[in-house]
Antibody, heavy 120, light 111 residues
């Protein structure tokens, strides 16, 4: 079955750029949206944005100015870059798959999540 | 966009039924039949258990069911089992702003 795995540095300095990659295994990336979702400790899950295999993106308005997502279907990977990070960006970051067909919406599966701490 | 409102915790004994509510607004839960529910055990990835309000993915037991009335969605777990003890999150499409909004999560304790 499809599995997702996040990877990237666990510690990022304030004002620098957070970079994460999600590797998809077990299936093609075609015909799905690929999302990033984060959860600060003790707080609500927050949808960050999504990318289609064509490279088309949709970002959360609250983070839009700082986000860049990209996809590499040859490697079955998609990536997140979040610039100018602060302590408020400390969170567990998840990647997840979502359908690209109208009339339904869900996130499945999710990656295990990776904790990113912003600290000097 | 505010988070959806869920009770912080619920509990039940094995074999009993429990219901977890998820309250939003007419801009999210009430406006679309796109509510999903996720089960998360400690240290594990969230798992989809209900989507599009009341549909179950294959492999999810029919003890799990979902419904919606107005701006409130509900997850019901019948015949509680020890392995159901976990955190449960609701999620709704919003059609605007951040597109998806999540609930704060509900910790289910099986007594």
């Amino acid at each position: 079955q499809v599995q997702l795995q996040e990877s990237g540095p666990g510690l990022v300095k304030p004002s620098e750029t957070l970079s994460l990659t999600c590797t998809v295994s077990g299936d093609s990336m075609s015909s799905y949206y690929w999302s990033w979702i984060r959860q600060p400790a003790g707080k609500v899950l927050e949808w960050i944005g999504r990318i289609y295999t064509s490279g088309s993106t949709t970002y959360s308005p609250t983070l839009k100015s700082r986000i860049t997502m990209s996809v590499d279907t040859s490697k079955n990977q998609f990536s997140l870059r979040l610039s100018s990070v602060t302590a408020a960006d400390t969170a567990v970051y998840y990647c997840a798959r979502a359908p690209a067909v109208p009339g339904t919406t869900w996130f499945d599966p999710w990656g295990q999540g990776t904790l990113v701490t912003v600290s000097s | 966009q505010s988070a959806l409102t869920q009770p912080r915790s619920v509990s039940g004994s094995p074999g009993q039924s429990i219901t977890i509510s998820c309250t939003g607004t007419s801009s999210d839960v009430g406006g679309y039949n796109y509510v999903s529910w996720y089960q998360q055990h400690p240290g594990k990835a969230p798992k989809l258990i209900i989507y599009d309000v009341g549909k179950r993915p294959s492999g999810v037991p029919d003890r799990f069911s979902g419904s919606k009335s107005g701006n409130t969605a509900s997850l019901t777990i019948s015949g509680l089992q020890a392995e159901d003890e976990a955190n449960y999150y609701c999620c709704s499409y919003t059609g605007s702003y951040s597109l998806w909004v999540f609930g704060g999560g509900t910790k289910l304790t099986v007594l």
